[in-house]
């Protein structure tokens, strides 16, 4: 007992120290419980917030994007594209052919056709040919143009043999003679007269690609049949003197483009060539150097 008890005897100096322990131990405790240390989250600022809502937007759009279903809109199936083709169903194979067969300049203009050069499954074909779309010229031929024969155990069509195509000027080309474009209809052959007006004469056959309606099919085709005759009577525009009005009526400049212009030619004295357009800020690359034929520098 007497060996039990000289454990709780303390010095005084013990005593202090044990006193000392426990008031730091009862502060330590009451600093715990009345503040919060856990890091403190700066409040997000207006930027912030403004970039979280975008991306909230953008997520739910990725959401609404992965929910929607491909929507087979009506198209030419002459020009079904590799990754259009592998989204419709389509096999490498079948795609292939459907390309080797356009390689040859030749056109499918049915269902019955397309399934022949691409071999395409009859439940494939069933889900696809209701969207595909042929020109007007197709759909509404007369039977009487063409002679149907069987060989092994399939229909063909025998289509009349193509006349040679004569190119011609497009600055003297008559609308009927446009409509004959693949893919060119009265309303787009309107278009392109229209746009010829616009600039006096096309000059150059590029030109045709930038007219609103023309695919690219069309400009293929168009590219085969007309040219751009030397000397068109285009209406050309001097750079360098017209004021920001007067630049902005011509087709390829807006406002801004023309006070772009008239900025860098107070800069610059003048605009000497085409390499000076580039460095026009707005100027199109793609149309710089059709436009360039337009000019007087």
Do not use: C
Request: proline share 4%; aromatic share 14%.
């Amino acid at each position: 007992m007497k060996n039990i008890k000289s454990y709780f005897m303390f010095s005084r100096e013990h005593r202090s120290g044990i006193f000392l322990l426990l008031l730091l131990i009862i502060l330590f405790q009451v600093a715990w419980y009345l503040y919060d240390f856990s890091p403190k989250v700066s409040k997000p600022s207006e930027k912030e917030l403004q970039w979280l809502s975008i991306q909230n937007e953008i997520d739910s759009l990725k959401q609404v994007g992965l929910n929607k279903k491909y929507e087979i809109k009506p198209f030419n199936p002459n020009f079904i594209t590799d990754y259009k083709g592998s989204v419709l169903g389509m096999s490498v194979e079948e795609i292939d052919r459907l390309h080797k067969f356009r390689e040859q300049d030749k056109y499918v203009n049915s269902a019955k056709e397309f399934q022949q050069v691409t071999k395409v499954s009859n439940e494939l074909l069933d889900k696809i040919s209701p969207h595909f779309k042929f020109p007007d010229w197709v759909t509404n031929k007369k039977a009487s143009n063409y002679k149907e024969y069987s060989s092994d155990n399939f229909n063909y069509k025998k289509f009349p043999e193509k006349k040679s195509i004569i190119t011609k000027d497009i600055n003297l080309a008559t609308k009927e003679e446009i409509m004959e474009v693949y893919g060119v209809g009265e309303k787009i052959s309107d278009i392109i007269l229209q746009e010829k007006e616009k600039f006096g004469a096309f000059a150059s056959i590029e030109q045709l690609q930038f007219v609103w309606g023309v695919s690219p099919e069309a400009y293929e085709d168009i590219q085969k049949r007309f040219f751009v005759g030397p000397n068109p009577s285009i209406k050309k525009i001097d750079i360098n003197n017209l004021s920001i009005k007067e630049l902005s009526k011509f087709p390829y400049f807006d406002y801004n483009l023309a006070r772009q212009i008239v900025i860098y030619r107070s800069a610059n004295d003048e605009i000497k060539n085409i390499e000076d357009l580039t460095k026009i800020k707005g100027m199109p690359d793609e149309k710089i150097r059709i436009i360039a034929l337009y000019l007087e520098f």
